[in-house]
């Protein structure tokens, strides 16, 4: 089932779905006017704010991005999450809408979902391995070909940026929540070593590992 919500300029949750309130522990309605921060650990709220805010600045849709998520229950669970800016009546940024289908849910739904769930699956569970995409296309019964032509189809971009995607949310995950060293970051997020890590990490993000860490416990300092 999905899990929708939309939050104001501000972060602050102004329209939602029974099954995000459900999965944070919610009475119906309770979640409108709560922000990140009222349900998740601080370090984690501060990675969804950041991730908001580059959204809106960017005016741009952000599609099927991988997010771990703490539930109600404590337990953190992998979700894939859409992200668009919306807009008011004069065509002005004021908020973020979200989409999110939990991974673990995703054996039970239809369409192109379902038919690379047995990917999806082996992504998420092995972040240390290097998936090849012929493992992967093997999983889902389909040829290397016709694989990435519906993983692409779905997701919209290949397996292995998909894969690549994941392995960044994961580093990123740990660089906001632990004080591992880079190097360990690295080996438990599926790069070959902590140089190859700072490329990519750099590439995609825009600023090295260590920069984000920092620029993650400003945040997390100014929202105590």
């Not at 999905?2 to 300029?9: E, G, I, Q, R, T």
């Not at 998420?124 to 998936?131: G, R, T």
């Not at 060293?181 to 090295?208: N, Q, V």
Request: hydrophobic share 35%; glycine share 8%; net charge positive.
């Amino acid at each position: 089932m999905v899990a929708f919500y939309m939050k104001d300029l501000d972060g602050f949750f102004i329209r939602c779905n029974p099954r995000f309130e459900e999965f944070h522990g919610l009475a119906s309605g309770k979640a409108i006017g709560l922000n990140d921060f009222d349900l998740h650990p601080t370090e984690i709220a501060s990675r969804y704010r950041a991730e908001d805010k580059k959204i809106m600045e960017s005016d741009k849709l952000t599609p099927n991005r991988t997010w771990m998520v703490p539930g109600a229950d404590g337990l953190q669970r992998w979700w894939l999450s859409s992200k668009a800016p919306t807009h008011d009546a004069n065509g002005e940024v004021n908020g973020v809408a979200g989409v999110m289908y939990q991974v673990s849910d995703v054996a039970g739904m239809t369409g192109p979902f379902q038919r690379i769930e047995p990917a999806l699956a082996l992504i998420h569970s092995n972040p240390e391995d290097e998936l090849t995409t012929r493992q992967l296309a093997s999983a889902c019964n389909y040829s290397e070909s016709q694989f990435n032509r519906i993983f692409k189809q779905f997701m919209g971009f290949p397996p292995r940026q998909y894969i690549l995607r994941h392995k960044l949310e994961t580093s990123k995950g740990m660089l906001s929540s632990t004080d591992l060293p880079l190097s360990e970051i690295a080996s438990r997020s599926g790069f070959y070593d902590a140089s190859d890590f700072g490329k990519r990490f750099r590439a995609h993000e825009g600023i090295t590992p260590r920069h984000y860490r920092m620029k993650l416990q400003k945040l997390i300092t100014a929202a105590r």
